[in-house]
């Protein structure tokens, strides 16, 4: 059982031991570094903690998670506000991977970047993991060990600067959030997920987790509609057509093909159509740098949007901002 004791100046996270009690079936792991936001691991923890509250093991079962703060040489590691987290160290225990791992931001992420012994153990561990989610600065040691292969960067953040680190670190525990609820609704399903976000972040469940059986049986179109609108809640993260499939309860074959006959196109191209859309958004109506967008609308980076653009409006996203301002100025 593990348990958290707070004073003024410290948070630690201690392992108590367990007589004859296995590992928990699903192990989630937070790599921390010096300086990183409480908001994002903090929610991860909480999320995976009250899941297993309510999953209402019996005494004697092992619970649906278990969670570990790791971090290069163990020990305590302070937060961006002075609290501490107690952490294990990286080593060959963790060979097997995780079900899930995060990896927290931080100044001291910048450094570890460049850690050897970091990258070389994360690209062991990642062969094994289920997934890995990065937390602001902590995508640049993903990046770092997988450089030049953007596909082995299962799921991505982007760090913040300080004129908008208060905004990015309560939109770091969103995400967190919603990436802990997506493993959580396929683990355990929907119903406990809904019931997780709704203890944890109330108001937000019926966005995240939605049940389209609730009110009553739902038609086919009307479960499509749901998914629909669950895919453009959630455009600005990665999003699987085994997730949508399961917001609308169908297998990922139905789904497809009943998407398609509903909404006449595939789920990949309305996803990518609804990100078209929020990036044309931002670039007429916002000064932000084309990047930025990217990353706001779920497209990943700049020069993915600049060929996202230039393949389907045959031109880059710097003209369309001129023209589309030019036809505003001439009304």
């Not at 903090?42 to 004697?60: C, D, H, I, K, Y």
């Not at 086919?220 to 609308?248: F, G, L």
């Amino acid at each position: 059982m593990s348990h958290i004791h707070v004073d003024s100046a410290r948070v630690t996270w201690l392992h108590t031991p367990t007589v004859n009690v296995r590992t928990a079936a699903r192990r989630i792991g937070v790599l921390l570094f010096d300086g990183f936001w409480l908001l994002g691991p903090g929610t991860v923890v909480e999320m995976f903690q009250t899941a297993n509250e309510l999953a209402g093991t019996r005494p004697g079962e092992e619970p649906p998670y278990e969670v570990q703060f790791l971090s290069l040489d163990g020990g305590s590691v302070p937060s961006s506000s002075a609290a501490r987290i107690w952490t294990d160290r990286i080593d060959t225990r963790f060979g097997t991977g995780f079900d899930v791992l995060f990896i927290a931001g931080g100044h001291g992420a910048h450094q570890a970047a460049r850690d050897q012994r970091l990258l070389g153990w994360l690209r062991t561990v990642q062969a094994r993991t289920r997934a890995i989610e990065t937390i602001g600065e902590g995508r640049l040691v993903l990046e770092a060990a997988n450089p030049g292969d953007p596909e082995a960067l299962q799921i991505n953040r982007y760090g913040h600067g300080a004129a908008d680190a208060i905004l990015s670190a309560a939109n770091d525990r969103n995400d967190c959030a919603r990436s802990a609820l997506m493993f959580i609704k396929r683990d355990l399903g929907a119903e406990l997920a809904r019931s997780v976000a709704e203890r944890v972040m109330p108001g937000m469940a019926a966005t995240w987790v939605p049940l389209p059986s609730e009110g009553g049986t739902l038609s086919v179109a009307e479960k499509i509609r749901a998914a629909a609108r669950w895919m453009e809640a959630n455009c600005d993260r990665p999003v699987s057509v085994a997730d949508a499939a399961q917001v609308a309860a169908m297998s990922e074959r139905n789904f497809l093909r009943r998407f398609k006959h509903e909404m006449h196109v595939t789920p990949s191209d309305y996803l990518l159509q609804v990100r078209l859309r929020i990036a044309c958004n931002f670039l007429t109506e916002t000064e932000l740098p084309v990047d930025k967008i990217a990353r706001r609308s779920g497209t990943g980076n700049g020069d993915r949007l600049a060929k996202i653009f230039r393949k389907r409006m045959a031109l880059s996203p710097t003209e369309y901002r001129a023209r589309s301002r030019l036809a505003a100025s001439e009304l």
